[in-house]
């Protein structure tokens, strides 16, 4: 039977929902928890089975992201207004029952409702303590709310009874099983090979097979936690958006080993973008597999956030390959899972590296003319690279200075690089307008190919136009 309750709704928390069940279940068991897509059986009375749940439960999680508030139906009317809603059946349940804790749960940066957005029967809810779940501090906060959940919730009804059932001679019977076991180990190891028999070779921790295949642990203790090494090139360019691998850690699951990568994701753009599971894929011995995170977040217009991506891959797997997805276009980072002896990173710590793991390189000593045409003079600053696993970024500073009586507009300048018969457009034209007797210095970018060496920086106004050739690989 289980002791804590999840509600939530799908459109506003489910990717929150699921990584929370996932969570709560490694650390108090799969019966204390119950959330209704999983652990209903086929066939079952939706409603009854919510009830009887309802009945048992001790602890109730209400998750509350952006949209719980004020999600709507397909008529357009918000469905916390609706009687027969079942979040807010489940929530008033829940708040009806003086022995169960109710606990809101805040993700996605969301905040408490007021009293007054509440119906009647829900406004309870605003009076409990709310706890707020960060993906960059997931761990931390869901061991802090395990903490409250397991003070409330008592032992499975299976372990009291296997302890009632314990009678004296049961007790001996085991001592006696035990025993043998011990007396077995002792006595097997001290016989030694006999004389027709050769020693088996000695096996060291760090020892990998020509298959591919490595031990599941490091720090030579089965199951001990190590952090992976990040490769060089550990980023990934999607136009305005840049996805960076911080750190990994792997740690034992029963048969199977856990990778868990720390991934920042920063968005230059001016929209929100999904950070989400369904972005990444891990790809180890011909096999490509799903996140296990639940990760499910928005990232804002010109901000960067930390998440954690986890994967479960067979324990023998040595090598791997992160794909990070953006429509069409994947980026690949190789993965090197052999275990390296180190104690894993601290996942929930600040880092402020925005930058830092960014290999750069610059591409030009002083300034150089590009064009002057119709009273515009554009000139080369500064130009270096950025290398990201699927590009490499030519990065141009750009000097616009317009001595003529009139304004012109970024339209007047057509900028392009040559890589070969290729023509590759910016990735942003910064260029406005630009008033009389001033000047204006920007950035354009422009993503290259990654065996890229040289390159031609085009630049045209009205009819005239120049080329300018740049080396910019090794």
Request: glycine share 8%.
């Amino acid at each position: 039977m289980a002791g804590t309750f999840i509600t939530y709704r799908r459109d506003d928390a489910a990717g929150y929902a699921g990584r929370l069940h996932e969570s709560l279940e490694r650390r108090l068991g799969a019966p204390y928890v119950f959330r209704d897509v999983d652990t209903l059986q086929p066939g079952q009375d939706f409603v009854k089975a919510i009830e009887a749940r309802l009945a048992a439960c001790r602890v109730m999680l209400v998750i509350i992201g952006r949209e719980w508030l004020d999600a709507r139906s397909a008529a357009g009317t918000r469905r916390l207004d609706d009687p027969s809603d079942f979040v807010r059946l489940e929530v008033a349940a829940g708040l009806a029952q003086p022995d169960v804790l109710v606990i809101p749960v805040l993700v996605e940066g969301a905040s408490m409702p007021a009293a007054s957005q509440l119906p009647e029967n829900m406004r309870a809810l605003t009076r409990r303590h709310a706890v707020s779940i960060r993906d960059e501090t997931w761990d931390a906060d869901v061991d802090r709310l395990a903490a409250v959940v397991e003070k409330v919730v008592p032992p499975p009804a299976s372990f009291e009874k296997a302890a009632r059932a314990l009678t004296p001679k049961t007790i001996a019977a085991v001592a006696g099983a035990i025993a043998l076991v011990v007396a077995l180990a002792v006595w097997i190891p001290s016989r030694g090979p006999s004389s027709g028999e050769p020693s088996p070779p000695a096996i060291s921790p760090s020892a990998s097979t020509s298959s591919g295949a490595a031990p599941a642990t490091g720090g030579g203790a089965v199951g001990a936690p190590y952090t992976i090494d990040i490769p060089r090139i550990a980023e990934a360019a999607f136009g305005d958006i840049i996805y960076s691998l911080v750190s990994g850690n792997v740690s034992f699951r029963e048969n199977e080993n856990e990778l868990r990568l720390r991934i920042r994701v920063t968005n230059f753009g001016r929209g929100g973008l999904n950070f989400w599971d369904d972005s990444f894929r891990l790809v180890a011995g011909g096999q490509t597999m799903s996140p296990v995170s639940g990760l499910n977040a928005i990232v804002g217009g010109n901000s960067l956030q930390y998440g954690i991506i986890s994967f479960r891959f067979p324990r023998q797997r040595r090598l791997a390959t992160l794909q990070i997805r953006s429509g069409r276009n994947v980026a690949e980072i190789p993965i090197d899972l052999t275990p390296t002896g180190r104690a894993p990173v601290d996942e929930q710590a600040e880092i402020a590296d925005s930058m830092s793991q960014a290999i750069r390189e610059s591409v030009l000593k002083e300034p150089v003319p590009l064009l002057t045409a119709d009273a515009l003079t554009v000139t080369l600053e500064r130009a270096s690279t950025r290398r990201f696993a699927n590009s490499l970024r030519l990065i141009l500073s750009i000097r616009v200075a317009n001595s003529g009586t009139g304004a012109f507009f970024g339209g007047h300048i057509v900028m392009r690089v040559a890589v070969g018969d290729v023509l590759i457009v910016p990735i942003e034209w910064p260029f406005g307008a630009l008033d009389r007797q001033s000047t204006t210095v920007e950035t354009v970018s422009f993503d290259l190919p990654t065996t890229t060496t040289e390159a031609v920086i085009k630049t045209t106004i009205d009819k005239e136009s120049s080329s300018i050739p740049v080396r910019v690989g090794r």
